[in-house]
């Protein structure tokens, strides 16, 4: 197993890692939508937090070799249902040709106010 970190998404606050490679798979932790080296300071809105989020996804990805189109699950928790729509329309843009697997689960409120939180996995060829 090999720990993946990048200073391109933001730092683990516990003890974690940001991701781990293992037989040819990338398990990305769940990622909240603080921009890199930020003091956990949200973007406004959920448009915002759901790409910044998937920024942080691809950085992390880009870190351990591999990309968004090499993607087999992503799962996305959101406080409410009701921001579903906004999350999928950003999440199709950044995705683009990638069709990972993908749950959405709403959920009560999550770690610092944040509207979503990502976590996926990949293939690292």
């Given at each position: 197993?090999e ?13 974690y ?9 990338v398990?990305?932790s ?12 949200l973007?406004?809105?959920i448009?915002a ?5 998937l920024?942080?996804?691809?950085a992390i990805l ?6 968004l189109?090499?993607l087999?699950?992503v799962q996305i928790?959101i406080?409410?249902?009701?921001l579903?729509a906004?999350?999928n ?10 069709r ?5 689960v709403?959920?009560t ?7 979503i939180e990502?976590?996926?996995v990949?293939l690292?060829?």
């Open positions: 197993m720990r993946i970190e990048t200073a391109a998404a933001p730092l683990p606050a516990g003890h890692s940001q991701a781990i490679k293992a037989n040819g798979f398990f990305v769940g990622q909240l939508p603080f921009p890199p080296g930020s003091k956990r300071i973007p406004d809105g448009a937090q759901a790409r910044q989020c920024e942080n996804l691809q880009d870190a351990a070799g591999t990309t189109e090499n087999v699950s928790f406080p409410d249902v009701a579903w906004e999350v329309a950003v999440y199709e843009s950044v995705m683009g040709a990638a990972p697997a993908r749950t959405v709403p959920t409120a999550l770690h610092y106010g944040a509207l990502v976590n996926a990949a690292c060829p």
